[in-house]
């Protein structure tokens, strides 16, 4: 079904990952641990619609196939055009798709469209994935793409979405000192929310909590599972 495995990733600026994929079984396990998140805590299955928003490479799709084989639809869809590329020259075919798009982030491409897009149909989509996106996230782009997501969930899906979030802080801040284990630079290496604030842009996102698991992913984000209210 995939036309190559082996082909090196390209070189990047920013890449993705930063130093977490050591290497191709640690990119792979932790792909494999993210689709059976998906499956408990979004109802994924061999018929669902998953959208899989930042994909960088295409990570995610190496993990569904390594569960699933295939499922309906994964669709992959990054601003970073190198990557789509490499993504959709080597993981895409039957139920494995990648969109680039040229829309502005301020770290990963900023000379792109102000346009906001997620290239998704209104109500189709059953399962949402945005690992370590809105860690690179102004505090614009955030609350208008949570409503993006709202507007692209089937009323019944779910989205998976990692971000850093603390109690007692500045309700949006870059690069904050001393915070977490890198020293983060560059613009939106780190992007962290109070927990209240991001919470605030859920709901007038129209979106509702459904799970919140804190600190446990990359470089202490937190996990959120949301969905319509
Ligand atoms: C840290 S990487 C995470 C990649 C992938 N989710 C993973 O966990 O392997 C963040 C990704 O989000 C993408 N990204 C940032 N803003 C975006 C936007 N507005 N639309 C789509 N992708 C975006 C970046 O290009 C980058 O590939």
Redo the contacts with the bound molecule.
């Keep these: 079904m995939f036309k190559k495995k082996t082909a090196p990733l390209p070189p990047g600026k920013y890449r993705?990952?930063g130093t977490h994929f050591k290497n191709d079984k640690a990119f792979i396990r932790t792909a494999v641990r993210d689709v059976r998140r998906l499956v408990e805590y979004c109802d994924l299955n061999t018929e669902s619609s998953l959208l899989?928003?930042?994909?960088?490479a295409g990570?995610?799709a190496v993990g569904v196939r390594e569960e699933f084989g295939r499922i309906r639809d994964y669709h992959g869809?990054?601003?970073?055009p190198e990557?789509v590329e490499w993504a959709d020259a080597n993981l895409a075919g039957a139920g494995f798709r990648f969109t680039c798009?040229d829309?502005s982030?301020e770290r990963?491409?900023p000379d792109g469209s102000p346009e906001?897009t997620l290239a998704a149909e209104s109500g189709s989509v059953d399962a949402f994935y945005?690992?370590?996106?809105f860690?690179?996230?102004n505090d614009d782009?955030t609350p208008a793409?949570l409503r993006l997501i709202g507007e692209a969930l089937a009323p019944a899906g779910r989205a998976l979405v990692t971000c850093f979030v603390e109690e007692d802080v500045d309700d949006w801040e870059e690069n904050p000192e001393g915070y977490g284990p890198l020293e983060w630079k560059g613009p939106l290496h780190c992007t962290r929310f109070a927990r209240s604030h991001f919470e605030e842009h859920v709901r007038a996102a129209g979106l509702a909590v459904d799970r919140f698991e804190y600190g446990r992913e990359t470089d202490g984000q937190s996990l959120y599972v949301l969905r319509l209210r």
């Design positions: 993705m990952g899989d928003w930042g994909c960088g990570r995610l869809v990054d601003i970073q990557l798009l829309v982030n990963y491409n906001r945005a690992y370590s996106v860690s690179h996230m782009d793409y």
